[in-house]
């Protein structure tokens, strides 16, 4: 229904919310602060015709944020963007483990437990990495879905996840500026796992990001 609605306009700004608009979020990006005023008054003339009321406007500029009226604002320190956290004051994404809530050491439970910490990103693969080396095991024994596992397994099991649940990792939101644009991409692999990572480079004049 919103595509359609949408689709009703031609203009940058339906066209640019179009390609932004992921489920109930909408995530608009300006290198100018007094053009998230007009992202704001476009959003909110454009879904007002379709008797929509869009509202939870959050942005890590102070100067936006004291020009949306305070019943659009999103108050919330954190706000989850796609499934994960971010803190628009300080500009941060931050990733919380689940913790392991001592239920039965069943293969069910482990593997619901690995598949809950949400990574979309892949930010965290190095540390859910043993946990999935510690379920290769299971299948390797044989195990069954709700079966128990014996003491040694189960030992080993709660002490992989004994970090979960206290840590948390932040990483500084990254920006880059429009430029020549390069991606680096680096492989590796060894016995246990493989991975990949791409860090995206842009060069203006004569700086490098």
Not at 10 to 18: A, G, H, K, R, V
Not at 186 to 203: E, L
């Amino acid at each position: 229904m919103i595509k359609t609605h949408l689709q009703q306009y031609t203009s940058p700004e339906t066209d640019n919310i179009l390609r932004n608009t992921y489920v109930d979020n909408i995530i608009l990006s300006t290198l100018y602060q007094r053009q998230i005023l007009k992202h704001y008054q476009a959003l909110k003339l454009i879904f007002n015709n379709a008797k929509m009321n869009i509202r939870q406007f959050s942005t890590n500029s102070t100067y936006g944020y004291n020009n949306i009226r305070v019943e659009d604002r999103d108050t919330n320190d954190e706000i989850s963007v796609l499934g994960i956290y971010w803190k628009p004051h300080t500009d941060v994404i931050k990733i919380n483990f689940k913790s392991w809530k001592g239920q039965p050491g069943t293969k069910r439970n482990i593997l619901s437990f690995i598949a809950s910490q949400f990574d979309p990103l892949g930010l965290i693969s190095p540390t859910t990495l043993p946990l999935r080396k510690f379920c290769q095991k299971l299948w390797e024994q044989n195990y069954k879905w709700d079966e128990l596992l014996g003491s040694t397994l189960m030992k080993e099991w709660n002490r992989l996840v004994k970090p979960f649940g206290l840590a948390q990792l932040i990483f500084d939101r990254q920006v880059l500026p429009h430029g020549n644009w390069g991606l680096h991409v680096f492989t590796d692999a060894s016995k246990d796992g493989y991975a990949a990572i791409v860090h995206a480079t842009v060069k203006v004049e004569n700086t490098a990001f």
